[in-house]
């Protein structure tokens, strides 16, 4: 049965009308795909970048804690390179300082162990049984005492005499009295308590001006009897007259040393 020309192409319109709209329809569902791929693209590049950023702003962070903790640790090694050059310095001069107490204590030894034997005769001579003794129990401690205890005993002498003044007053064999003090030496003979205490008096005048303190050690070789006691009693009554001078301002103290020969 054969269908006419203007029938078929009547019957063929609908089909296409169809097609077209499924097509169109396909269209529309690729388009609605594509656009919301596009979507989640685009907020899934927005969450990296938010990411990224974040990630940048906390390595920032970091860095400039980094940052921060190496200054600190530069200032921390300056103030130790500091502090060992400060200490460095403090081991020099205490090595030097025990350099010069060692020096000073070798002298001083020396000098204690190399006294002739004569003047060891007259020192033990000079004292009593007794006192030959104690001399002897003091000798045999001193030996054994350590290096150290004898640094600090001239340590503690070092700073006494930067606090006072030491007037060494020695009578000599024939007579001769010979007053050390601030640095020079004076000789003079005193056969009477005034006259050694005026003696001393007129050097107190021409010295400079003495520190708070002033101490005078008086002895003596094989001087006169009388000598001595002229010595005794002047000094005690020098250092009222020098105290009431310096309008009280300076002490001045008397130790009576005894017999002490020279050491020569």
């Not at 594509?34 to 920032?60: G, I, M």
């Not at 050059?85 to 190399?114: A, C, K, N, V, Y």
């Not at 004292?127 to 150290?148: C, H, K, N, P, Q």
Request: with cysteine.
């Amino acid at each position: 049965m054969k269908l006419s020309r203007r029938k078929l192409s009547f019957q063929l319109t609908p089909l296409l009308d169809l097609l077209l709209i499924v097509i169109f329809a396909q269209y529309m569902e690729v388009q609605e795909t594509a656009e919301t791929q596009a979507v989640e693209v685009a907020q899934k590049l927005n969450a990296a970048q938010d990411t990224a950023e974040l990630a940048r702003l906390q390595l920032l962070a970091k860095l400039e804690v980094a940052e921060q903790e190496r200054n600190q640790l530069q200032i921390e090694r300056n103030r130790l390179q500091s502090t060992m050059q400060e200490r460095e310095t403090e081991i020099s001069d205490e090595l030097r300082q025990s350099r010069e107490e060692i020096q000073e204590l070798g002298e001083i030894l020396s000098r204690l162990f190399r006294l002739p034997q004569e003047t060891i005769k007259r020192v033990l001579a000079a004292r009593s049984e007794v006192e030959r003794d104690e001399l002897r129990r003091e000798i045999e401690t001193m030996a054994g005492s350590r290096a150290a205890e004898m640094v600090k005993h001239l340590r503690t002498w070092r700073e006494l005499l930067k606090r006072c003044d030491v007037w060494d007053i020695h009578i000599g064999d024939d007579n001769l009295t010979t007053m050390t003090a601030a640095g020079k030496t004076f000789k003079f003979r005193a056969e009477t308590p005034e006259r050694f205490s005026a003696e001393i008096y007129a050097r107190y005048k021409a010295l400079p001006q003495p520190k708070n303190l002033v101490i005078l050690l008086v002895s003596w070789s094989d001087a006169q009897f009388s000598v001595r006691q002229a010595a005794i009693t002047g000094v005690a009554e020098v250092t009222q007259k020098m105290y009431d001078d310096s309008d009280r301002r300076t002490r001045f103290e008397y130790a009576i040393l005894g017999f002490s020969p020279p050491l020569q």
